[in-house]
């Protein structure tokens, strides 16, 4: 079974989060405080985080902070409806993806099973262990999922990891925003959901430019993404 921690201060939200989760096949624990949440996300290995931007004795976002430092959990926020710049900034710090309150039990439920399964090895349903991924300084482990940069590890989010695995399986061709939206976030796009650009501009942020100096993800204005292929040097040099 999977366990689900939610730091949420509306003990009546978390009661109904429970009843609806457990019947899901889900085990939830929750925290009531920014401080206890943090404790708890950090004692034990959960599957994911249901945060809640607003909480007593630390704040969401400083909760994501500190958590990201050591832990790629996948954690959605819950934000107040309509707040745009809560949600840019709770990706930008880290969030796999986040839920406007009030919400319905079935779009939660979709969306943490959609980001479960991106942590999925083999999540495209076959039992055949993938080929590794690797261009130019650049390698990912389907298996594992871990990417290494010139030979470190870079930790990414499950979000930035499958949208990098999409970039690179179509290096030298854009990928369009419509594309990555129903292939990495497994919803319905929509032009109005700026998510994919900010988990974007995190993972260019962690991957840094080429060994050349130019751009490793490049937006396509209007269009997607594309990552590059990588120029061969001229004979003679």
Same mark, same amino acid.
Request: hydrophobic content about 35%; overall charge neutral.
């Given at each position: 079974?999977?366990?689900?921690?939610?730091?949420?201060?509306?003990?009546?939200?978390?009661?109904?989060?429970?009843?609806?989760?457990?019947?899901?096949?889900?085990?939830?624990?929750?925290?009531?405080? $920014?401080?206890? !949440?943090?404790?708890?996300? +950090? #004692?034990?290995?959960?599957?994911?985080?249901?945060?809640?931007? *607003? &909480?007593? $004795?630390?704040? !969401?976002?400083?909760?994501? +902070? #500190?958590?990201?430092?050591?832990?790629?959990?996948?954690?959605? *926020? &819950?934000?107040?409806?309509?707040?745009?710049?809560?949600?840019?900034?709770?990706?930008?710090?880290?969030?796999?993806?986040?839920?406007?309150?009030?919400?319905?039990?079935?779009?939660?439920?979709?969306?943490?099973?959609?980001?479960?399964?991106?942590?999925?090895?083999?999540?495209?349903?076959?039992?055949?262990?993938?080929?590794?991924?690797?261009?130019?300084?650049?390698?990912?482990?389907?298996?594992?999922h871990e990417v290494t940069l010139s030979g470190k590890p870079v930790h990414l989010t499950h979000v930035e990891y499958l949208l990098l695995e999409a970039l690179l399986r179509s290096a030298g061709r854009t990928v369009s925003r419509e594309t990555l939206?129903?292939?990495?976030?497994?919803?319905?796009?929509?032009?109005?959901?700026?998510?994919?650009?900010?988990?974007?501009?995190?993972?260019?942020?962690?991957?840094?430019?080429?060994?050349?100096?130019?751009?490793?993800?490049?937006?396509?204005?209007?269009?997607?993404?594309?990552?590059?292929?990588?120029?061969?040097?001229?004979?003679?040099?």
């Amino acid at each position: 079974m999977k366990h689900i921690l939610a730091i949420e201060d509306d003990r009546e939200l978390c009661e109904l989060l429970e009843a609806f989760l457990n019947t899901e096949g889900f085990v939830l624990e929750m925290a009531y405080n $920014g401080r206890e !949440g943090l404790i708890k996300a +950090r #004692e034990r290995q959960y599957d994911l985080l249901l945060l809640d931007v *607003m &909480l007593p $004795g630390m704040n !969401g976002f400083e909760l994501l +902070r #500190e958590l990201r430092k050591t832990s790629t959990v996948p954690v959605i *926020m &819950l934000t107040a409806r309509g707040d745009e710049v809560d949600r840019v900034v709770g990706l930008e710090m880290g969030a796999d993806d986040y839920l406007p309150k009030p919400f319905s039990t079935r779009e939660l439920i979709a969306r943490i099973r959609a980001i479960l399964r991106r942590g999925e090895p083999g999540r495209g349903g076959s039992s055949a262990p993938e080929a590794t991924l690797q261009l130019g300084d650049i390698t990912l482990d389907p298996g594992s999922h871990e990417v290494t940069l010139s030979g470190k590890p870079v930790h990414l989010t499950h979000v930035e990891y499958l949208l990098l695995e999409a970039l690179l399986r179509s290096a030298g061709r854009t990928v369009s925003r419509e594309t990555l939206v129903r292939d990495v976030l497994e919803r319905s796009y929509s032009p109005w959901d700026r998510s994919i650009d900010v988990h974007a501009s995190n993972l260019r942020k962690k991957l840094g430019l080429l060994p050349d100096g130019g751009e490793r993800i490049k937006t396509i204005r209007g269009t997607g993404y594309l990552y590059p292929l990588l120029r061969k040097p001229e004979k003679g040099n």
